[in-house]
């Protein structure tokens, strides 16, 4: 197919961005932005009121469209129900308390609330709002309705608001709300329209991300070059599947993922706490950290200097296999991911190197990657072979860390669902 605006004979996915009347909206001329510059072709909708934040001519100029409130412009045009039967996603960011609340009970007084219904593709609401108003039981109410109804509603960040107060109710970083769209759209290909389902809605999903640094003393670290962007990638994943998503990140320089609560920390110690401590209540445990294996015996408390005389050889003693600790606690139904990226070596196979891995560390599925050559840290690609314990081996060829996230999430939803069974006994987690 060809795109009339582009020339290209690639389809551009389409995107309808409503925006509600908040402050957060402001936010939303740089998610348009971000959108548009990665090719998609976004039309904005905003709520009259959203325009008392930010005016037409910005939306229209920025999107390269016209842009109306009400379903009385170009009325000919029937415009709700084109924009809804045509969009690849709908992203509304911000959602407003009131937005939600007309969404969830299915109101169609204005372009944006009509377009919601004509849409058959995935929904996305960003919340931003005031803690109080995202604590009341009318909001909560709302949103669980339209969870339950296949949208994904992210929880907001937590941090500054409005006045000088702060509290959960924060629009997430623009430039990661743009990345959950598109992992969101990654998912579907082509064709989304009735897009798949959030099959992870309902799930707690625990992803640790990024790599431990054991200090020698204060500015001095073992670590390793893991950037924590596959772990990251999964999260988002997860959340464009519904999911309750919480990433326990160890030294990752990257932004929080919108709509997951992160846990920052630094040491194999802490991280051991941390996935322990959320794992207690989680259906999926995705270990997507590199851990350090060893640390030093002791962590000088100052900076050791040239001065103190020649070096003494480190000392270290082994960390604990938090991977395997996890097996060892594993709650009923749990599903547990380890990853383990392999240069290989002459004449050591990166599968039997993976195959032996998974059968010491007894988890469901084991992401085997080779490292190198362009591919696993710090790149933006990535390819992977998932064995699993059931003896299974899938393959994924090379493609974005996106993409991969939501083939390996495929491979968990199916253990999910067998564990899931008549007789199973599942304890499902349940959403904050
Ligand atoms: N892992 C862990 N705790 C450790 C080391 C690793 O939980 N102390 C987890 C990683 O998060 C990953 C998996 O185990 O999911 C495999 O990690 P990897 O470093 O490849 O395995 P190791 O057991 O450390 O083996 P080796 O480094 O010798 O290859």
């Not at 960003?126 to 992210?154: D, K, Q, S, Y």
């Not at 990024?210 to 997860?238: K, M």
Request: aromatic residues 2%; proline residues 5%; charged residues 20%.
């Amino acid at each position: 197919m060809t795109d009339a605006a582009s020339g290209s004979t690639v389809r551009r996915p389409r995107v309808v961005l409503g925006v509600a009347g908040g402050i957060a909206a402001y936010k939303a001329v740089e998610v348009l932005r971000q959108l548009t510059e990665t090719g998609h072709d976004v039309r904005v909708v905003p709520t009259a009121s959203a325009l008392r934040f930010v005016g037409e001519p910005t939306w229209s100029a920025l999107s390269g469209h016209p842009v109306a409130t009400d379903v009385w412009t170009d009325a000919a045009e029937v415009a709700h129900v084109r924009l809804g039967r045509e969009a690849d996603l709908v992203l509304i960011a911000p959602a407003t308390a009131d937005l939600l609340a007309r969404a969830a009970t299915g109101r169609s007084d204005d372009l944006l609330t009509a377009t919601l219904l004509t849409a058959r593709c995935p929904v996305v609401f960003a919340p931003a709002m005031h803690t109080e108003m995202w604590e009341h039981p009318a909001t909560r109410a709302n949103v669980a309705t339209l969870r339950a109804r296949g949208c994904v509603v992210i929880d907001p960040a937590v941090g500054r608001l409005t006045g000088a107060d702060s509290g959960a109710g924060r629009l997430p970083e623009p430039a990661e709300i743009a990345s959950l769209a598109r992992a969101v759209l990654a998912r579907g290909g082509d064709g989304l329209a009735a897009g798949p389902a959030p099959d992870l809605a309902g799930r707690r999903i625990v992803i640790s991300a990024g790599g431990t640094r054991e200090h020698l003393d204060p500015v001095r670290f073992l670590g390793n070059s893991s950037s924590g962007r596959q772990g990251q990638a999964l999260a988002r994943a997860a959340i464009a599947r519904g999911g309750d998503v919480v990433v326990v990140a160890a030294n990752v320089a990257l932004p929080d993922v919108a709509g997951a609560r992160t846990v920052r920390l630094v040491s194999t110690e802490q991280l051991r706490a941390a996935v322990h401590a959320e794992a207690a209540q989680a259906d999926v445990v995705i270990m997507a950290a590199a851990v350090a294996d060893f640390r030093p015996v002791a962590r000088a408390t100052y900076k050791i200097k040239k001065t103190d005389g020649d070096p003494e050889p480190v000392a270290l003693v082994r960390n604990p296999d938090v991977l395997a600790e996890l097996v060892a606690a594993r709650r009923p139904g749990q599903v547990l991911v380890g990853f383990a990226a392999e240069t290989g070596g002459p004449g050591v196979d990166v599968l039997d190197l993976g195959r032996e891995k998974l059968a010491r560390k007894g988890s469901d599925l084991l992401v085997v990657n080779q490292v190198g050559d362009g591919l696993g840290f710090e790149v933006d690609h990535n390819a992977a072979v998932v064995l699993g314990a059931d003896g299974s081996e899938t393959m994924i060829e090379r493609t974005s860390k996106d993409l991969l996230a939501h083939r390996v999430l495929d491979l968990v939803v199916t253990r999910l669902a067998v564990r899931d069974g008549p007789d199973a006994g599942v304890a499902v987690g349940t959403r904050r």
